[in-house]
Each structure stands twice: as C-alpha cells, then as structure tokens.
C-alpha cells in the first residue's frame, strides 16, 4: 500500500462517534464563612476590621471652570474666582465622598478644620451608592 492510500485510510470516517461526551458535575453547597452579624440587617458589624483603612481626606474652598486657553495663561499673582462666598464654610470630602463642612481654622500653627456642620451616616451612604 502506498502512503497516499494509508492517509486516505486514516481520514476515512469510523463507525465510532467522535463526539465528546458530556456529564452533569456535582458541587457541594456553598456555606457562608461570613459572620452573622455581617449578614442579617439591623445588627451590629464588627468595625475592628476596617479601623486601619486609609482614607484621603479633602478639603474643598471651591470651584470653577476655566477653558483651556485661560488655563494656559495662569501665572503667578493669577487670581482665580471661585464659585462660593468669602467666609462660606469649606467641603469635607472622605474619598471623593462629602462627609462634613467646616471652617479654617490655625492649630499651632498648622491650618486644621473645625467640623461645623457633619451629613448624617443615610445620607452619606446615599452618596456612595450613587
């Protein structure tokens, strides 16, 4: 037998399928490894485990919109106006998320923050799921 007949023996189709079987798989059910607390509304959760996280927090005067060309043409001595009043208090932001206002104020002579006016934890959280 020549080798063009023994490879066209081997490409001729077989009484077998080829086709891949297929089978149901079997899992174990999941458990929650959450603590209870953790998952039933109304309960406390435990904030031990994030006490540690670091947040940045921001401190907003104000803002404004300026086009690129007036960008472009800042300089020292620039002034830039700012959408708020003098003596307005300032935004207290935790991670991009308003959390407070308060007012300027100088602790040994570092500026600090007097807390004025704090958004409550619903609305807060409204904020984040936003």
């Known amino acids: 037998m020549s080798a063009d007949e023994q490879q066209d023996e081997n490409l001729e189709p077989t009484d077998q399928a ?71 208090p300032l935004d207290v932001l935790v991670n991009g998320t308003l959390i407070a206002h308060g007012d300027v104020v100088v602790v040994n002579n570092n500026y600090g923050i007097r807390l004025t006016d704090v958004v409550s934890p619903i609305e807060r959280i409204k904020k984040v799921n936003e």
């Open 18 to 88: 080829d086709e891949p079987s297929a089978e149901k798989a079997d899992f174990d059910e999941l458990e929650s490894t959450a603590p209870a607390a953790a998952t039933k509304p109304g309960k406390d959760v435990d904030l031990n485990v994030i006490l540690d996280v670091d947040v940045t927090i921001e401190l907003e005067v104000g803002r404004t919109n300026l086009s690129v060309r007036d960008l472009l043409q800042l300089n020292q001595g620039s002034v830039v106006e700012l959408d708020r009043l003098a003596g307005e």
